[in-house]
């Protein structure tokens, strides 16, 4: 049950009006992100979903495990009516929309990683094309175990609940919580989520490492800044993080 890529199943699942509407259905391809790249002139709201990646990509230039049936490749590709809403933000909102949909105990660690049990469920690799804004989502659903560089790191649906899942009818959840928040987002910004996003972080009131160019801070998390930035206290001193990689010492160590 569950092997199969279904778009039919999706298509029946998916309740949504504009996100995901139009649906790009791939059993293999390199990138997600590369195709709704190289397909930008398509409508905003375009959904790219592959069975299997041959060089799925992760932030930071890493690689991201995309194997035949395990979990979800998927990409939306977006034409935001303004761009000035830093697309981090954006990315915020994504993580808000895929812990939803993961649903369970997922958290997130700042900026747009998932956990679950302290371990990577689902990542989120967000890049510009001219106009279009590219959200790319791994999420780990029926793999049952990882290679051993990052078998202590990551986990899966499966993993954590012994048994498998519909990739379709997680797709379809996400979608419809994507496009609940995009649409408020749009009007009102990231604001307005600013409460649930730090209601789910899993880094608030813990220690964090920031890693800036090979240097290494050590503080507290306290807060996420209004336009969703960590804020650290290193010390008495209240740093705003925008970007870098952020990790929770003691818990969770990829760097
Ligand atoms: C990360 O946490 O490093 C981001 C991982 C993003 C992986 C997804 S899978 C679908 C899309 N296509 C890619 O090549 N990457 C993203």
């Known amino acids: 049950m569950f092997n199969r890529f279904s778009v039919r199943r999706l298509k029946k699942l998916a309740k949504t009006n504009i996100i995901g509407k139009d649906i790009i259905y791939m059993p293999v391809c390199v990138s997600t992100n590369n195709v709704a ?4 002139r398509l409508g905003h709201g375009t959904l790219f979903v592959a ?3 041959t060089g799925g990509r992760g932030r930071s230039g890493r690689s991201w495990e995309s194997k035949k049936g395990d979990g979800i490749y998927m990409s939306l590709l977006l034409k935001p009516d303004n761009l000035t809403p830093d697309i981090s933000q954006l990315t915020l909102i994504t993580a808000i929309a895929a812990a939803r949909a993961i649903g369970g105990d997922a958290k997130i660690k700042w900026p747009n990683d998932i956990v679950l049990s302290s371990r990577k469920v689902c990542g989120i690799l967000t890049e510009l094309s001219g106009d279009s804004v590219i959200v790319g989502v791994g999420i780990n659903v029926n793999n049952k175990k990882f290679p051993k560089e990052i078998k202590d790191i990551a986990t899966s649906l499966y993993i954590e609940h012994s048994r498998r899942y519909s990739r379709e009818s997680i797709i379809a959840d996400f979608l419809h919580e994507f496009e609940v928040l995009y649409d408020e987002f749009s ?9 649930e996003y730090k209601k789910l972080s899993v880094n608030i ?3 964090v490492r920031i890693i800036k160019n090979n240097e290494e801070i050590a503080g507290t998390a306290t807060d996420i800044s209004r336009d969703g930035k960590l804020v650290v206290d290193v010390n008495g001193e209240f740093l705003t993080v925008q970007s870098g990689e952020v990790s929770i010492r003691g818990m969770y160590g990829y760097a």
């Open 187 to 195: 009007k009102s910004g990231f604001s307005v989520f600013r409460a």
């Open 51 to 53: 069975d299997k990646q």
């Open 37 to 40: 790249k190289e397909l930008s």
């Open 205 to 207: 009131g813990r220690e």
